[in-house]
């Protein structure tokens, strides 16, 4: 075991935890703080994968363009499903949420089998096997752009959240929906838009995942879990704690892919969840649960 | 007037569930079978999500133990699936009480208790994956020649229907008297108020 070989996958590991923050920014915002248990997140991601493949087959272009066009498409998708099936069942029982949630994820895997067929395809791009060397490991340019916006997303979310009136609005009606009203909050609105958001935040994710793996589609249920994992190692609700979390679960995954026999080292992430929940189910930075 | 025509509905019922197989085509039994199988997975399901309302997504995990145990047993042994179902039993129940006892001593419900059940699942998916001793990702197939009640291998998919049905009725049966034991009450009321039923003396 060489010290590259193990630095290499450290750089691996960071650049996937790009790739992962990516998609939990937005389950922070749905799950973390408006408490909603998006089983459906991953099936978004999909969607968002499916619309800029088309897009950029369509008009010939780079993938990184359909940002222009999924973003808007995906908030308008996550407004139409909000509005349409979580708003009558926001006060109902957690786990009747998760149901249905989980319900709208089989709907839109299996729409989109039956659609697209379940064959796996991938884009090109001039991107595609440009690469960074430094010494002796090598960092491939798409997945640099990846970690790279997922940096960006979360400090803009953060930023929103934390500093402008939308994001009281949104912390508000999170953690108190009728005296949040009472304050003459448009609570409706407010969870429209937060939801709207969490699901636009993967239409960034979409475009710039498209060029590192192929799409499936089922591909979303290979990172829901993670998700949730991230989202709960981070501390709910908490951006920073996700972005970090995601780079812990990234990094731990790389490496153990090193040192552990065959294809085992995916369980990492979840002995690690499993032992947090149990121990430290605030998450790894501490911010007591609401 | 109205007994006689129920009975008489029940009666038509069973009728027509014992001879479903005899008037289906082969495909069909197979669905026939899955139906089966999916309500015997529900009634199993329901006395932990649908009594106490803990949400487990671990099921997964608990069949699969079954189904490995008994599977390997007949493959390397030649011992019985009747004997193999009683072994995968009790290895499942051992790793639902470890699960069971690690989340609730620790206090996770709700949401977190389902998002464990289903790390767990996904741990044991990833291993049963990568251990060549239990298939690996081929997984385990167990050839069929001939008719065998005791080893439960049939060469007419009908066989497997009432084989199925039988579980079920029995799996019904015990949901039934779960219901009404002292144990089924303190199930429910662990749903319908925790802290409640711990104050009027159900451990939990």
């Known amino acids: 075991m060489t010290l590259d070989l193990i630095l290499q996958a450290i750089a691996t590991g960071i650049l996937l935890g790009g790739v992962y923050s990516l998609i939990c920014t937005g389950l922070t915002l749905t799950f973390g703080v408006m408490r909603i248990i998006n089983f459906a997140h991953g099936e978004f991601l999909m969607v968002a994968m499916y619309a800029s493949y088309f897009f950029s087959q369509a008009l010939h272009t780079e993938a990184y363009t359909a940002i222009l066009v999924v973003v808007p498409g995906l908030f308008i998708f996550g407004v139409f499903v909000f509005q349409l099936l979580v708003r009558p069942i926001l006060s109902a029982e957690p786990l009747n949420q998760m149901l249905l949630l989980v319900g709208l994820s089989l709907v839109l895997q299996n729409g989109a089998l039956a659609l697209f067929s379940p064959d796996t395809r991938s884009v090109q791009s001039a991107l595609l096997y440009s690469k960074i060397e430094l010494g002796d490991v090598i960092i491939g340019v798409p997945k640099l752009i990846a970690f790279a916006t997922s940096v960006a997303v979360t400090f803009a979310l953060y930023w929103l959240l934390r500093s402008t009136e939308l994001g009281r609005q949104i912390r508000a009606a999170a953690s108190d929906r009728e005296a949040a009203a009472l304050m003459g909050i448009n609570v409706n609105r407010v969870n429209l838009i937060a939801f709207g958001i969490g699901v636009g935040t993967l239409g960034i994710a979409g475009p710039v995942m498209l060029p590192i793996f192929y799409i499936v589609p089922n591909i979303g249920s290979f990172f829901i879990l993670i998700a949730f994992v991230v989202v709960v190692l981070g501390g709910i609700g908490n951006f920073m704690g996700a972005l970090v979390a995601s780079f812990v679960v990234a990094v731990t995954e790389s490496l153990g892919a090193l040192f552990m026999p065959g294809s085992t080292a995916p369980v990492l992430p979840f002995l690690l969840f499993i032992l947090v929940l149990l121990f430290k189910p605030e998450g790894l930075f501490g911010a007591k649960p609401r | 007037m109205k007994t006689t025509r129920n009975w ?197």
């Open chain 2, 8 to 204: 008489f509905v029940v009666l038509a019922g069973i009728a027509l569930i014992i001879g479903l197989p005899k008037i289906l085509p082969e495909h069909s039994i197979h669905v026939a079978i899955q139906i089966l199988l999916f309500a015997y997975l529900s009634l199993c399901w329901n006395i932990l999500g649908g009594f106490t309302g803990q949400l487990s997504f671990g099921h997964a995990l608990f069949m699969g133990v079954g189904a490995y145990t008994s599977t390997l047993l007949l493959l390397r042994f030649g011992i019985s699936p009747w004997i193999g179902m009683i072994a995968g039993g009790i290895l499942s129940a051992l790793l639902g009480l470890f699960i069971g006892y690690l989340s609730f001593r620790y206090r996770i419900r709700g949401t977190y208790f389902a998002l464990v059940t289903l790390a767990f699942t996904e741990v044991a998916r990833i291993i049963a994956l990568n251990t060549e001793a239990v298939g690996g990702a081929m997984g385990l197939y167990i050839p069929i020649q001939s008719n065998d009640l005791w080893q439960i291998k049939f060469v007419d998919k009908s066989q497997y229907y009432y084989v199925m049905l039988a579980f079920l009725l029995v799996a019904m049966g015990v949901t039934a008297w779960l219901e009404r034991s002292v144990t089924g009450h303190k199930l429910i009321a662990i749903r319908e108020n925790e802290d409640a039923a711990q104050a009027l003396g159900v451990s939990l």
